[in-house]
């Protein structure tokens, strides 16, 4: 089909030019366009790299990106004002809310974290673990970071906290 056939039956179809239009437009970001960045020392403890980074548009306003911990690796405690999905992709892992049970997660489970509720997440000791992290934005703001995961916290791998 040429691209004037193209058209023509783009606009046989009702479509028209405003399938052109950028605000209109499906947009793929390439894998090769995409950085791959480290997590930051001050909110994670352990080698954490991030990549597949997005962000709609507004209004929409969900964002997110695959975080991969290496062994042992793991999130600082923190909160997300609207919550926050997490798609476990590879490896094995935990995740933990404050005075909650250190829960074992794999490929393929989904976990949800409520707004406000403290947790962390990360690799076990001994595998590594890959997510997809989605949260919404409340006042353009996804997280709030708080105190490391200590050691001592995750070396506790089950039962209440006691501090
Ligand atoms: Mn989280």
Do not use: C
Not at 104 to 121: A, F, L, N, R, S
């Amino acid at each position: 089909m040429t691209a004037k056939s193209l058209i023509t039956a783009a606009i046989a179809l009702g479509a028209t030019a405003a399938v052109t239009e950028p605000e209109r437009a499906v947009s793929v970001t390439r894998a090769s366009s995409q950085t791959v960045t480290a997590g930051a020392p001050e909110f994670f403890t352990g080698a954490v790299k991030v990549e597949s980074r997005f962000q709609t548009p507004a209004p929409a306003r969900t964002g997110g990106g695959l975080v991969s911990f290496e062994a042992s690796a793991r999130t600082a405690w923190h909160t997300h004002p609207l919550g926050q999905t997490l798609i476990v992709t590879a490896g094995e892992g935990l995740v933990q809310h404050w005075e909650g049970d250190v829960q074992e997660i794999g490929p393929g489970d989904v976990v949800w974290i409520p707004p406000g509720v403290k947790h962390w997440h990360g690799a076990k000791p001994n595998s590594g673990m890959s997510h997809f992290a989605v949260a919404e934005d409340l006042d353009g703001k996804t997280v709030d970071w708080l105190e490391h995961v200590s050691d001592a916290q995750y070396g506790q791998r089950s039962g209440a906290y006691n501090e």
